[in-house]
């Protein structure tokens, strides 16, 4: 279905999105890797699902909290590949804290990192999308994005903040053919909610196990884990046609979360 496009997700050398990027190479799509550590694992992993396809795989290793090497990763992603048809920007860090206790440079991190650079990245391949008459900007933001936890006041106003430039980004671009939305996770076994299944498992004395059910069920009514495997497949559907008109939302993916 994606034959010949071009995606790029920021954050993709693990989790949520890993799974996005492996989901849209199995559609064909050639693909921008960006992120932190081992590369040369999740390239071959993304190859390998792209290879009935053929798709080509890149990688960029900016630092999303800073805007002049996110310019160069999209100028990068342009000369590798003509320009980006789909960015996905899921690249994000976590610190819990209280409010009066919250580290400022955390604070601003988290703002940069899970907010400021998605603004960044869409600003800059929004003309090629618009020049092109197509293009899908996927948010990942999370539940956080619409609900509140204590303890995440940089996280949830970042999200928030995600969910806000995915509906002005929709509105300006509503009359075209490109879309913006926001997919939103519950809990998603990923190494950042790993550390958080270690520390509730020290604090009580806990199993693995039994701390991952203590997490999921102060919030999950499902009691399961979304997956990232799951998130990519939403993420394929925005991609589809069966979506040219869904514009603006903010997909929870969350086993019932907000629903309570």
């Given at each position: ?10 954050g ?18 050639n693909?921008v ?7 040369d ?20 290793g ?15 992603a342009a ?19 209280s409010v009066?206790?919250?580290?400022a440079?955390?604070?601003d991190?988290?703002?940069a ?21 197509w ?60 550390k ?6 020290a ?16 919030k999950?009514p499902?009691?399961?884990f ?9 993420a394929v ?17 969350d ?6």
């Amino acid at each position: 279905m994606l034959k010949g496009k071009t995606a790029l997700v920021t954050g993709s050398t693990s989790g949520i999105g890993l799974g996005i990027a492996l989901a849209l190479a199995r559609q064909g799509a050639n693909i921008v890797l960006n992120g932190f550590g081992d590369v040369d694992g999740p390239r071959s992993q993304v190859l390998a699902a792209g290879s009935a396809s053929d798709v080509r795989v890149a990688y960029h290793g900016a630092d999303m909290s800073k805007p002049a090497e996110i310019e160069d990763m999209l100028k990068y992603a342009a000369s590798q590949f003509g320009r980006v048809d789909i960015l996905v920007n899921n690249a994000g860090i976590q610190h819990v804290a209280s409010v009066q206790d919250f580290p400022a440079e955390k604070w601003d991190a988290i703002i940069a990192i899970n907010l400021t650079s998605a603004f960044h990245t869409s600003r800059l391949a929004l003309p090629g999308m618009l020049a092109a008459g197509w293009g899908r900007i996927i948010n990942v933001a999370s539940v956080h994005g619409l609900v509140g936890s204590a303890q995440k006041s940089a996280y949830v106003a970042a999200k928030h903040g995600i969910v806000g430039l995915t509906k002005v980004t929709a509105l300006e671009t509503a009359t075209t053919g490109v879309t913006c939305n926001a997919i939103c996770p519950g809990w998603v076994l990923t190494p950042l909610v790993q550390k958080q299944v270690d520390a509730k498992a020290a604090e009580h004395g806990l199993s693995n196990e039994d701390a991952k059910k203590l997490l999921l069920g102060e919030k999950e009514p499902s009691m399961q884990f979304t997956t990232p495997e799951e998130l990519g497949e939403l993420a394929v559907f925005f991609c589809s046609p069966a979506a040219n008109n869904v514009r603006g939302v903010a997909w929870n993916m969350d086993g019932g979360w907000t629903a309570q």
